[in-house]
């Protein structure tokens, strides 16, 4: 009979056998594409001439900052729209959950092609005009992942308790909402965050359908001319989507290390 300690031996090499695998299945073609990223012309030696390339073409940073700004806007209009909802889900309406759970699983379940079609006819005739409706777009894509995120870190404090201690001592709901809700929950706000932003910056289907050039788009048009020139893109494509979470990331853990600086002097 194997002891204990074999048995826990054994499961951990499991473990440590699956983690490596799945790093390598993620950073060997990872590392392959940065490899062929930096040959030179016609494939010979290694040097920047695939990243100058990019830098040189019309409207690379035009179509980068385009498709930064709606997702910020749709990260943002996304946490305006559900942290409320999931505070009064968690607090007095539990019984819209089922609703709000459909609700959320259905851009999952409708045809990108009907949804981008639909939603674009019933918007109003000024933001069809405007590049800034996709915004609205890249908010109901992100909703099953946001919605999941948020709901499960919601559940994991004591809300209910928090949110009655707050209102009892006389702060509004926006205060509490700010003050309260938004530090203890930061977490999975700021995973949603991230969801958002991510699915946004990368999102080519529904701007391709409504005809938008964001970044994905200009992407595909433009690494249609040179093939080690697109395998570029994608490799700087994915490292700056790292890096800007990562700032963001950092920015918002230094910031809150300062708070609790701030809180404790005083």
């Not at 006819?121 to 777009?137: C, D, G, K, R, T």
């Not at 932003?197 to 938008?212: C, D, K, R, S, V």
């Not at 970044?215 to 001319?225: G, K, L």
């Amino acid at each position: 009979m194997a002891s204990p300690m074999k048995g826990k031996l054994g499961k951990y090499s499991a473990i440590s056998v699956t983690i490596f695998i799945s790093l390598m299945l993620f950073f060997v073609p990872l590392f392959s594409a940065a490899e062929y990223s930096f040959r030179g012309s016609y494939g010979q030696g290694h040097d920047f001439t695939n990243y100058l390339w990019i830098i040189q073409q019309d409207g690379f940073l035009a179509h980068l900052l385009l498709s930064v700004e709606l997702g910020a806007l749709a990260g943002a209009l996304n946490l305006i729209l559900m942290v409320p909802t999931i505070t009064m889900l968690h607090l007095t309406h539990q019984r819209f959950r089922p609703i709000v759970d459909l609700i959320c699983i259905l851009p999952l379940m409708i045809p990108v092609v009907s949804l981008a079609i639909g939603a674009e006819v019933s918007m109003p005739s000024f933001l069809q005009n405007s590049q800034y409706e996709l915004v609205f777009f890249f908010v109901i894509l992100a909703l099953p992942f946001t919605y999941r995120v948020l709901d499960t870190s919601f559940g994991s404090i004591p809300l209910k308790t928090l949110v009655e201690a707050s209102r009892s001592l006389g702060a509004s709901w926006l205060s509490t909402i700010l003050r309260i809700i938004l530090p203890g929950a930061k977490g999975g706000i700021t995973a949603a965050l991230f969801l958002s932003f991510a699915l946004a910056i990368g999102e080519f289907t529904i701007t391709q359908l409504l005809h938008w050039d964001t970044f994905p788009v200009w992407t595909v048009n433009a690494s249609q001319q040179n093939i080690l020139g697109a395998i570029a893109l994608s490799v700087f494509s994915f490292i700056f989507a790292v890096v800007l979470l990562g700032v963001i990331a950092f920015t918002s853990s230094s910031r809150s290390k300062k708070e609790i600086v701030v809180e404790e002097g005083a």
